[in-house]
């Protein structure tokens, strides 16, 4: 079976820098859309979902930073991966992207090899998240569920409803248990109550986004859907051991 090619989205106004890149890029089997500027972006992505986004710094009508901080308050497409590429020597533009969320912050003139291998290692690194994570289609065979799939199964469950604060009762109706049984099974298999498996599941969904490179802990708080960013680090630091910010500096 032939491997997929990963879906990118390129924005850069110099025409011959972008074509070149797109072509290294294409050349590297990867498809590549080519825009160059970031108002063009933000219309192709309501259509369209890349794989990762490349885009230079500095263009007309909207720049790349602008761009970015758009995309990150889209839940449609504010975990695509995004790469920063630029000319810019400065150190304070360089660590504001950072602070920003972008994954990775490129110099130019660089080595197209450089740019390849940071765009795989983020992909492969997303896709082993999107499998840890993926629901087992087989895992529910009987409503009576194997201590594995009753597990599976309330991981799909606070999968699929994340963002928003885990309604314990509806958990258990989707389990076809009572409120009481939830905790106790979840107490036996897991050492915990269902509350801090909950809370410790959207840590841990947490610590995965760091890992592929996040740096918005506004973004970490909305995309876990924790009730206030002051209770996110409270809860992160409790479990982890560190701050987000001392916890960064371990990456």
């Keep these: 079976m032939r491997e997929k090619k990963g879906q990118i989205l390129l924005l850069e106004d110099d025409l011959a820098l972008g074509g070149l890149i ?39 009508n909207m720049d790349g930073e602008e761009l970015f901080v758009n995309i990150r308050k889209n839940n449609k497409f504010n975990t695509i991966p995004f790469i920063i590429i630029t ?21 130019k003139p660089f080595k197209s090899r450089e740019l390849i291998l940071k ?3 983020l992909l492969v690194l997303r896709h082993n998240i999107e499998k840890k994570y993926k629901p087992d289609p087989f895992s529910k065979v009987t409503i009576k569920l194997s201590e594995k799939d009753f597990l599976l199964s309330v991981n799909e469950y606070i999968l699929k409803n994340l963002k928003s604060k885990i309604d314990m009762e509806e958990l258990a109706t989707h389990l076809f248990i009572s409120r009481s049984t939830l905790d106790k099974r979840i107490r036996k298999l897991a050492n915990k ?19 592929l490179g996040e740096r918005n802990v506004q973004f970490l708080v909305d995309a876990t859907g924790f009730n206030s960013f002051s209770y996110f680090s409270t809860s992160f630091k409790s479990y982890v051991g560190l701050s987000t910010r001392d916890y960064f500096k371990t990456l």
């Design 22 to 60: 797109s072509e290294v890029l294409q050349l590297s089997n990867f498809n590549v859309h080519w825009l160059v500027d970031g108002v063009k972006a933000l219309e192709y992505l309501q259509n369209n979902l890349p794989d990762i986004i490349i885009s230079d710094l500095m263009m007309p």
């Design 119 to 121: 765009i795989r290692n």
């Design 193 to 211: 109550n269902i509350s801090q498996y909950v809370r410790e599941f959207k840590l841990e969904y947490a610590i995965k986004l760091i890992d």
């Design 87 to 107: 000319a810019n020597m400065d150190d304070g533009v360089k660590y504001r992207q950072l602070e920003n969320g972008v994954n990775d912050y490129i110099m």
